[in-house]
């Protein structure tokens, strides 16, 4: 009875230090990407499949991303010109700043964090409410690789739209910028498109691109993740969605200070 009882306070304090690590959830979901990105068993399915998701989760964002930017290049360029009223700065200092804020954090950390919000729930959810309502399991028993079957076109979907998504909102991002030099007399538009020339560094919108694309991956695999685990009812589909934005949006942002420091140290 005595080496019973150990043997089980032995396993409950491995299954609370793998708990209090993460280190069961790294592993289930580096599991689930294994069978996710195995061979699909039918193409002709996915590349059906394929379309659809990348009009579901990225061409239907594009309203949203297209709001949210040309309000902050407007919000952006003001709030440089009022608190950089100094003689000793030049007047394109403006252009610059809003180029290079565009380019190297708010077209790829920030656009993604608010689309983890709205397609990181939108993959839990659907997922989540795929297995609860055992539509997942009936996959499994008909033999198909469920997770193979649901989550690669949606990672595959987003990642390949992710790049359009991050030009869109750096041009129009822009776009908002210049309408505050052409339509009131805080900066003229000679300062304005000056700065967003001088000194251009073409490698920063290679490095936005391919945080974008890293991102991407994390928001949908993620997302997915914890809806394909969403065992319950209702109620764990809406804490797995909750789940799902708290922390892609945390890795989002840990990876970020990994890739900012390897490509631009």
């Known amino acids: 009875m005595l080496g019973a009882d150990f043997f089980v306070f032995l396993q409950t304090r491995n299954e609370t230090i793998n708990t209090m690590l993460g280190l069961d959830a790294v592993g289930r979901y580096a599991l689930l990407m294994k069978r996710t990105f195995s061979r699909p068993d039918n193409w002709k399915m996915f590349w059906r499949q394929l379309p659809r998701e990348i009009i579901k989760l990225g061409y239907d964002s594009i309203f949203l991303i297209l709001i949210i930017s040309v309000f902050m ?6 709030q440089v010109v009022l608190n950089t009223e100094n003689p000793l700065l030049p007047r394109y200092t403006t252009g610059l700043m809003l180029r290079d804020t565009y ?3 708010f077209s790829s950390t920030i656009m993604c964090l608010l689309l983890a919000g709205k397609v990181g729930s939108n993959i839990a959810s659907e997922i989540g409410s795929m297995r609860v309502s055992e539509q997942i399991d009936a996959l499994e028993i008909m033999g198909v690789n469920s997770a193979n079957y649901l989550i690669l076109p949606k990672i595959v979907g987003l990642v390949l739209f992710m790049p359009v998504l991050v030009t869109l909102c750096v041009a129009i991002g822009l776009l908002g910028g210049v309408g505050v030099a052409r339509f009131t007399d805080m900066i003229t538009m000679d300062d ?4 967003l020339q001088y ?7 290679t490095y936005s691109m391919i945080k974008s694309i890293f ?7 993620v997302s997915a993740y914890y809806g394909y685990y969403a065992y319950g009812g209702a109620l764990e589909v809406g804490r797995a969605s909750t789940n799902a934005v708290v922390n892609s ?14 490509m631009l140290n």
């Open 192 to 195: 304005f498109v000056y700065g």
């Open 249 to 262: 949006s945390i890795i989002m942002l840990l990876a970020d200070i990994v890739l900012t420091q390897l």
């Open 215 to 221: 991102f991407g991956f994390v928001i949908a695999s």
């Open 103 to 105: 380019l190297l954090e």
């Open 199 to 205: 000194a251009f560094i073409p490698f920063y919108f």
């Open 73 to 78: 290049g407007v919000i952006m360029t003001m």
